[in-house]
């Protein structure tokens, strides 16, 4: 039966001159900093009030970015924006958008809608798993 030897590696041994360096030092705050001046996508699960939190049936796309010395939170699928100070204060009122076509579209008529309303109100009908 033969054995596998490993080959001894001078770069490896403890007392190798063999210079060892690091990686780059990351630098989270910069590179966060650059995806959201590109912006990015990222997905809705849930939507807090204060009383009630709603569940999408499926996960809403919203793509984030920073302008002006504002973040935006944007649903172009619903046709919605939130803005604010922090990407949190940009979700809260995105989130307070769709709460208000919610229950706007929940409550118009079909006969009144017309054009992309009526995309949007099929939407805003079936967005949410526990409904009101």
Known sequence: MTYA???????????????AGTGEERKPDRAFKRIVAH?????LWTISTKTKKYKVS???KVKIYHEDNLFFAE???????GAGKSITDAIDDL??????FYKYYKRLPWN?????AVRLKGLYETLFVDQE
């Not at 989130?95 to 208000?100: A, D, T």
Request: aromatic share 8%; proline share 15%.
């Open 58 to 60: 499926k996960p809403i």
């Open 95 to 100: 989130g307070k958008q769709i709460i208000h």
């Open 5 to 19: 030897t490993r080959e001894i590696v001078p770069a490896f041994m403890p007392l190798s001159p063999f210079p």
């Open 75 to 81: 649903s172009e699928t619903l046709v919605v924006i």
């Open 112 to 116: 009144r809608v017309t054009g992309d």
């Open 39 to 43: 912006g990015f996508d990222a997905p």
